[in-house]
């Protein structure tokens, strides 16, 4: 590979020939066999019919030279079929040796961070969508369009190469004049990028109206704020950007192509204008004019051969995966220690002087000279206005992310310092935008698995025991699959924090922390407070942090705290906040008012 010069190492189309190996060696192996295979035999059939006119002419035994000319032909009929199916096979393993690798990328780094880098964002798209079919061909076609670029190409060499025998200058000037054409049609586009930020940017927005169009969670919104009308048009508007683009890029200009006629007219005439005086003076013998006719003709090929645009479109996403592995895994990376984190926390939670801001906003921390101590064994409330950070919070006690400077230390350790699996197996969490898996009932309480007694039992626990059956899976796509409501979907949710905390079984514990993040935001309002008080009841051992905009559940909690710009506001119980009779008691009475009945005078003077 040293050997290589570093511009062309870095070049997409290496990146990619480079792929191809690692997917499947063998097959890459048999597929350059066949490529070079049929780049050559042009070449050979001209050499081969110049030896059969020589032989007819010589009235020499014929059986050879036809047998020759029989065989070359019948590989140039039955190769490319081969060579298709060889390609179209190559093209699969390569498309899925490249979603694994981007999968895998975007999967192995402990933290989430490299999945909302704005930096990544573009080759992750690319990487992510390129052998759908949308954007161009899927790899198992393209395979095709490439293999032929560089056989013709080849072919066409190959055949200067034969008529160097005739004069040295004829390769030159025929192989010079086909390939003036690559250059003068430059401006063509047919070699041209056809993968630009332009077109990619279209293909995201013709992409997006065309899945709100044909989507069902969107078909809601659709129909009552009247959008229909205005994502078909939508799409249509970027489907035309996009086909313009590309005809723009594709279409042939006047001039380069007079030009390139003009230039190929002239080197065709020159060569075989020269071997038909040669052949006249008789210092060309018929046979070898015939083998060189044939393969002046055959030079023709290196105008439509090349790199094709195929080869771009699968080049562009093969670099921006293998691009992608080093930032993501960077970015993605998460100091961990190998301390144990069994039975932690048994003192405290302590956040200490932490900073900490997105990826995509680093100046705009969210958490700036945030300090709070949560005691193990109690539960605490978070309460704060829309973005004050709370659900940032959560994410960062779950390890997610990093945060940029102070410590969050349990039981004195630096969290950084613990195994991170060990400090996973001791969180659970229900996210607000928890996900809905489309599994059995069963994997979504338990996805790490679990005894259906335990599973039922936090069913039970979470008011979702009647649902549905442990392997219906939660999903309307699936056979005997079923949907359900918001508020059931967030009893699910919460059965799997229940879940969690009761253990896996068998002896084995349950986490020591259970973040609540708005977990009952959903259900009614009788649901809410029977279901509150049981996850009170079940997590009374361990620590409990719940996020909630509801002040009837949060006054339940131990402590509550009031989170603002980043920064503890207030903390204490419910009755302490309330007497301090600060941002909390506002919030609460504020809350409170709205379910008071109206005053009696109000209603007199209506
Ligand atoms: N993935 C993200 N990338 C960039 N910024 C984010 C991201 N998630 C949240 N933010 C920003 O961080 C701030 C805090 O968000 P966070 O979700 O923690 O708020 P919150 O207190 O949970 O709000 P809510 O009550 O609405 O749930 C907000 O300004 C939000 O815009
Ligand atoms: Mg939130």
Wanted: hydrophobic fraction near 50%; charged fraction near 20%.
């Amino acid at each position: 590979m040293r050997l290589v010069p570093q511009r062309l190492r870095s070049r997409q189309e290496w990146q990619f020939a480079g792929v191809l190996p690692r997917a499947d060696a063998p097959l890459t192996a048999l597929w350059w066999t066949l490529l070079v295979a049929r780049g050559l035999l042009p070449a050979l059939f001209a050499i081969a019919m110049g030896m059969l006119v020589g032989a007819v002419h010589a009235e020499r035994e014929l059986t050879a030279p036809l047998a020759l000319v029989g065989a070359v032909f019948v590989l140039l009929q039955v190769l490319p079929p081969f060579h298709q199916a060889v390609g179209a096979n190559l093209g699969f393993r390569a498309a899925a040796w490249l979603y694994d690798q981007l999968a895998i990328a975007c999967v192995r780094p402990p933290g989430m961070a490299h999945l909302e880098d704005p930096e990544l964002t573009q080759d992750i798209t690319m990487a992510r969508d390129f052998d759908l079919g949308i954007s161009g061909p899927p790899l198992s076609i393209s395979m095709d369009f490439i293999a032929s670029g560089l056989v013709e190409l080849l072919a066409g060499l190959a055949c200067a190469a034969v008529l160097a025998a005739y004069a040295w200058w004829a390769p030159l000037v025929l192989a010079g004049g086909w390939l003036a054409t690559h250059w003068l049609l430059r401006e063509s586009g047919v070699w041209k990028d056809r993968n630009t930020d332009e077109v990619r940017e279209a293909q995201r927005h013709a992409d997006y109206a065309y899945r709100l169009a044909v989507d069902a969670p969107s078909a809601k919104e659709l129909r009552l704020f009247g959008l229909a009308g205005w994502t078909v048009e939508r799409f249509r508007r970027h489907r035309r950007q996009l086909h313009d683009l590309r005809w723009h890029a594709t279409k042939l200009r006047e001039r380069p192509v007079l030009a390139s006629l003009a230039v190929v007219t002239f080197a065709n005439a020159a060569v075989f204008g020269a071997m038909a005086l040669d052949l006249l003076a008789g210092t060309l013998a018929v046979d070898r004019m015939v083998a060189f006719a044939t393969a002046a003709f055959g030079v023709s090929a290196i105008a439509f051969g090349g790199l094709s645009w195929a080869l771009d479109g699968a080049a562009a996403p093969a670099a921006a995966v293998l691009r992608l592995g080093q930032p993501m895994a960077r970015k993605g990376a998460l100091s961990v220690g190998r301390e144990s984190a069994k039975l932690l926390p048994k003192r405290e939670i302590r956040f200490q002087d932490v900073r900490f801001a997105y990826p995509a906003a680093p100046d705009d921390a969210v958490l700036d000279g945030f300090d709070l101590v949560i005691p193990a064994g109690s539960s605490l409330a978070i309460v704060g206005q829309n973005g004050a950070g709370k659900t940032t919070l959560a994410k960062l006690l779950c390890r997610l992310y990093e945060p940029q400077s102070g410590t969050i230390l349990v039981d004195g350790v630096d969290l950084r310092a613990l195994s991170l699996d060990g400090w996973r197996e001791r969180v659970t969490a229900v996210f607000q935008d928890f996900v809905r898996f489309q599994l059995p009932l069963r994997e979504n309480v338990a996805p790490a698995g679990a005894p259906d007694e335990v599973v039922q039992a936090a069913l039970a626990e979470a008011g979702a025991d009647d649902l549905a059956s442990l392997g219906t899976v939660l999903d309307r796509g699936y056979d005997d699959g079923t949907d359900l409501s918001g508020g059931q979907w967030q009893r699910v949710a919460l059965a799997r924090a229940l879940a969690a905390v009761r253990g896996p079984g068998a002896g084995r514990e349950g986490v020591g922390v259970v973040l609540l993040d708005e977990p009952t935001a959903q259900l009614d309002v009788r649901g809410e407070a029977e279901i509150f008080d049981r996850i009170l009841q079940a997590t009374r051992h361990v620590t409990t942090i719940l996020i909630s905009h509801r002040f009837s559940t949060v006054r339940h909690a131990d402590r509550i705290c009031v989170l603002e710009n980043g920064r503890v506001a207030e903390l204490g119980s419910h009755d302490e906040l309330m007497a301090l009779g600060g941002r909390y008691r506002t919030m609460f009475d504020l809350q409170a008012q709205r379910f008071e009945p109206a005053a009696p005078e109000r209603n007199a003077t209506a």
